[in-house]
């Protein structure tokens, strides 16, 4: 069974969408460990009602980000994690992690991209005034929300919606496609094909 390590900084519900994939029989897979760099994440309480392994590691602790990095590192190597999910997970990646993951790391954006990288994209989505939004699940490369694409969903905007309202509606999709996806990874089902992603069926 793939033993997973998921890396969040906030409420957490990516987070507890693959907990309950995992606990209702849809993932086989087992989160071994949930590492925050925010010490009150809800994602760090969750992590704990479901009995999970859960970490603080607090990045003011340490003089850089590798620094920072290889104590992740050390508590993913003792639960011998094969695959990082990011989910809500607010620092940009080093090389540390980088690279002793390397295609092993996804992470989940909400909006289709490349279009709306960064923050609040949900937001930018709105406001530029886009009638189809989304989300998409990536792997995780060295630049930000753009590594190779493994699945995306459209969510239409409707006229009555505000920021609020989309962004809920998008979040709803998020919590389908990121099992979809993480199921795929640890059935072994993903190739990658430089920027591309095949699915094998
Ligand atoms: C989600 O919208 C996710 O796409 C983005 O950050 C948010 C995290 O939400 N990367 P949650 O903490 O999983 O509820």
């Avoid at 239409?156 to 496609?177: G, N």
């Amino acid at each position: 069974m793939t033993r997973i390590a998921v890396l969040a900084s906030g409420r957490g519900s990516n987070l507890q969408a693959i907990i309950d994939s995992i606990e209702n029989g849809y993932l086989k897979a087992k989160i071994c460990v949930v590492v925050s760099d925010i010490g009150d994440a809800y994602a760090l309480e969750r992590a704990r009602k479901h009995g999970i392994n859960s970490f603080h590691v607090d990045p003011k602790g340490f003089g850089s980000k590798d620094l920072y990095e290889e104590e992740i590192l050390r508590i993913l190597k003792n639960n011998n994690v094969q695959l990082i999910l990011l989910a809500g997970y607010m620092k940009i990646l080093g090389k540390t992690l980088l690279t002793a993951y390397k295609n092993r790391i996804l992470n989940i954006h909400p909006a289709l991209l490349p279009a709306f990288p960064g923050l609040h994209a949900q937001e930018q989505a709105f406001r530029y005034g886009v009638k189809v939004a989304g989300c998409t699940v990536h792997f995780v490369d060295e630049e930000l929300d753009c590594g190779p694409i493994i699945l995306q969903k459209c969510v239409e905007v409707k006229e009555d919606d505000t920021d609020q309202t989309l962004a809920e509606r998008i979040l709803e999709q998020e919590h389908k496609i990121y099992p979809e996806a993480v199921k795929l990874f640890v059935e072994n089902k993903l190739r990658l094909e430089g920027r591309k992603v095949k699915i094998i069926k």
